[in-house]
């Protein structure tokens, strides 16, 4: 069974630095593009970042240069290290793994970023 279980969001100032962590079981995360989203109130889901073995990264415009996305095979885990949190980043995150043609989604962890 593919599951997804997000976690690390929290209550930081802005400035500030949090780390996302995503726990895959049921594949490996080597093998599949994995992704996370972010959605705040009131608005549609959008794209954070995402890693695939052998096709490198992809980060969002808005938070180039402050987040990064990286792998950890060893847990098979996909990580967010976010720095220089901004109020606007506050959402909830979501990791997502799309295998073969099914989108599969942890619960979300909410990131609150005070002015």
């Known amino acids: 069974e593919v599951q997804l279980v997000a976690s690390g969001g929290g209550l930081v100032q802005a400035g500030g630095s949090l780390r996302l962590s995503c726990a895959a079981s049921?594949?490996?995360?080597?093998?599949?593009?994995i992704g996370w989203f972010r959605q705040a109130p009131g608005k549609q889901r959008e794209l954070v970042a995402v890693?695939?073995?052998?096709?490198?990264?992809v980060l969002a415009d808005s938070v180039k240069g402050r987040f990064t996305i990286s792998r950890d095979s060893a847990t098979n885990t996909v990580n967010l290290q976010m720095n220089s949190l901004k109020p606007e980043d506050t959402a909830v995150y979501y990791c997502n793994a799309v295998i073969a043609t099914t989108a599969y989604w942890g619960q979300g962890t909410q990131v609150t970023v005070s002015s």
């Open positions: 049921g594949f490996t995360t080597d093998d599949y593009v």
């Open positions: 890693i695939r073995s052998g096709y490198g990264t």
